[in-house]
């Protein structure tokens, strides 16, 4: 971890979106970004049917990458963000409520928002250490904050899990941008000479605050940095300038 900001290597990354399945399709699009649309979902087939039956399609998003992303490994902290989480559940459950139909608990249970890194650490029976947070527009630098913290602490790796989806429309007018459904995850470890990818994050305060709704969502300008080619990326969210940049 370094004064100025942070810095990590990445030792493995996967990515998922309904019609981007594949690492190729990926730096595709990252070539040439378009709105991603669609309902499909992946099929986490790493995991046991009953607990996958429970995830709905945001969930199934980010289960699929973390289980690419690991690849079996074990005992590795996970820090799961994501800006709204399984929001389209939460909604039906105030529906319910404001028609006084009576509440469901598994769905309750399921809209929480550490829902899928709880299945995640009980389908694996893996015990490691995970969290969940949202942190608005900046989420992903939250994450990737609280990451490196487990880094310096002594983590050998830690994965991060960045997933969003669509809004319901009664929430739409109320967007800063162009939700979108995506999933992706970075094995992170410390900064290492040898690794293929090394990334820095570092930011400052800023006054000005831009929103462009029209723009694809924070965490898929980051992926889209992280699969090109460019040095560096700024993005101002929350009244600060976060700054991206790689090793040349």
């Known amino acids: 971890m370094r004064v100025d900001g942070l ?45 996958r039956r429970r995830a709905g399609t945001l969930g199934k998003m980010a289960l699929e990458v973390a289980y690419q992303c690991l690849d079996g490994r074990k005992n590795v902290p996970a820090v799961f963000c994501s800006r709204h989480g399984e ?38 029976t893996d015990q490691a250490n995970h969290l969940a947070l949202a942190a608005g527009a900046s989420t992903v630098e939250h994450a990737v904050i609280e990451a490196c913290g487990l880094l310096a602490d002594g983590a050998p790796m830690v994965l991060l899990v960045a997933y969003d989806n669509c809004l319901p429309p009664v929430f739409e007018k109320f967007q800063d941008c162009k939700e979108q459904p995506h999933a992706w995850a970075w094995l992170m470890m410390p900064t290492n000479k040898d690794a293929k990818e090394t990334l820095h994050l570092s930011w400052s305060a800023a006054d000005e605050q831009v929103v462009d709704v029209k723009a694809m ?32």
């Open 87 to 124: 929001v389209a559940r939460a909604y039906e459950l105030l529906s319910d409520l404001a028609n006084d139909v009576a509440l469901s608990p598994t769905a309750f249970g399921l809209a929480v928002h550490n829902a899928s890194a709880g299945l995640f650490s009980i389908a694996r």
């Open 7 to 51: 810095s990590f290597s990445i030792a493995a990354h996967a990515a998922w979106a309904p019609g981007i399945e594949t690492p190729e399709a990926w730096l595709g699009w990252a070539k040439q970004p378009f709105a991603i649309t669609g309902d499909a979902e992946p099929g986490v087939k790493q995991m046991p049917p009953m607990l």
């Open 217 to 248: 969502p924070p965490s898929l300008q980051i992926l889209q940095f992280q699969l090109g080619e460019e040095q560096w990326m700024e993005r101002i969210a929350d009244r600060r300038r976060w700054r991206w940049a790689r090793d040349v």
